[in-house]
Every structure is written in C-alpha cells, then in structure tokens.
C-alpha cells in the first residue's frame, strides 16, 4: 500500500501550500511512510442487502436499524452498502513503542499515516460499489446523528467483521484503532 506525502501533510495539519516543512522534517515524514508502508496490513469486509422498512425500522437482513438520519439518507435507495476496514494491529503497536520511548513527533506521523492509509482504504471500496453498482450516498457511520455507537456490535456482526480482526472495547472503540465501519445507500439494483 502507498501513502500520499501531501494526503499525510493535511493530515497532519499542515496546509500544503503555505505551510514550510523543513528538509529534518521531510526526511521524518519520508522515513516514517516507509515504515508505515511495510507494517500495513489492509484487511476490510462488504455487505449488501436490500432494503426492507417495517414501521420506522430498516431492515438488512437480519440487522434492524432504527434511525431517523439513516432512513433519510437511504430515502430513494433501494439497497445498502456495509463495509469495515482496517489497516491492521502492528501500526497500533508501533505506535504505542513509539510513544513508551517519548517519542511523540515520530508517533504523531505514523498515526496520521494510519488514518490516510485506512481512509485509501474505505475510499476504494466506496468507489469500486459506485462503479460496479451506480449512485450512492455519503457514508453514515455508527456514532454519527441518531445512530448511536451501541449499534456497532450488532452492525459489525452483520458485515462479518471477525473476518478482518477489528473487535471492540466495552466502549464501542474499534480495535485496531485505525478502522472504520460505514454503511452506504446504493441506488441501482444489485445486479
């Protein structure tokens, strides 16, 4: 997996434009991307389902969601889209060494790497369900509007999680902690 410089800079904060980053910095950036790029390991699950509404509640095959926000999202969209990716447990970890040695600039860039690198992830998914199956909305994650985290125990079994590693805390928190989960209205039939 590659990760941008530029997409790790404004992750980082930084306007790329304005903002001067200096050669000891690049050279941080550079060497921690490398790093990144090899203790990486992409793992994410998809599911579909056509929508079914009884009363107020969404059904997806056996997963029932009850929320304003999502039934408006998928308002005109006859199927959803669930997808949970990760980029794996050993950035986690690294991370963590990085901050136990008080290394807090070098651990700082490698979590901002982790973030780019799983939304490449979850960016590619949401465009291959585009191209393969047409219009689609924004994504909508647990914990967004209505849709509370306490949802995202029923919802990760549903995408079939176990699959990718990704487990939660007793509070909702993913593990590893650069995961995302998300569901998507898609509008044309799947085919």
Same mark, same amino acid.
């Given at each position: 997996m590659k990760i941008n410089y530029d997409d790790v800079l404004v992750r980082m904060g930084a306007n790329k434009y304005l903002t001067?980053?200096?050669?000891? *910095?690049?050279?941080?950036i550079l060497e921690t991307i490398s790093l990144a790029e090899k203790i990486l390991q992409p793992k994410y699950a998809v599911s579909f389902a056509k929508k079914n509404i009884v009363g107020d509640v969404i059904y997806l095959d056996d997963f029932a &969601?009850?929320?304003?926000? !999502?039934?408006?999202?998928?308002?005109?969209y006859d199927t959803v889209c669930g997808l949970v990716a990760t980029v794996g447990?050993? !950035?986690?970890?690294? !991370?963590?060494? =990085?901050?136990?040695?008080?290394? &807090? =600039?070098?651990?700082?860039?490698?979590?901002? !790497?982790?973030?780019?690198a799983v939304e490449d992830v979850v960016e590619s998914i949401c465009n291959d369900v585009k191209q393969k199956y047409g219009e689609t909305t924004f994504r909508f994650s647990p914990g967004y509007g209505d849709w509370?985290?306490?949802?995202?125990?029923?919802?990760?079994?549903?995408?079939?999680?176990?699959?990718?590693?990704?487990?939660?805390?007793?509070?909702?928190? *993913?593990?590893?902690?650069?995961?995302? /989960?998300? =569901?998507?209205?898609?509008?044309? /039939?799947?085919?």
């Amino acid at each position: 997996m590659k990760i941008n410089y530029d997409d790790v800079l404004v992750r980082m904060g930084a306007n790329k434009y304005l903002t001067k980053i200096d050669d000891k *910095m690049k050279g941080l950036i550079l060497e921690t991307i490398s790093l990144a790029e090899k203790i990486l390991q992409p793992k994410y699950a998809v599911s579909f389902a056509k929508k079914n509404i009884v009363g107020d509640v969404i059904y997806l095959d056996d997963f029932a &969601i009850l929320s304003k926000d !999502i039934f408006k999202l998928l308002d005109g969209y006859d199927t959803v889209c669930g997808l949970v990716a990760t980029v794996g447990l050993p !950035i986690d970890t690294k !991370i963590a060494d =990085l901050l136990e040695k008080k290394d &807090i =600039l070098q651990a700082f860039v490698l979590d901002s !790497i982790g973030s780019v690198a799983v939304e490449d992830v979850v960016e590619s998914i949401c465009n291959d369900v585009k191209q393969k199956y047409g219009e689609t909305t924004f994504r909508f994650s647990p914990g967004y509007g209505d849709w509370g985290l306490k949802n995202q125990p029923a919802f990760l079994h549903w995408l079939g999680a176990e699959k990718t590693g990704v487990i939660l805390s007793s509070s909702y928190q *993913m593990i590893p902690r650069k995961s995302v /989960s998300a =569901l998507l209205g898609v509008r044309n /039939s799947l085919k």
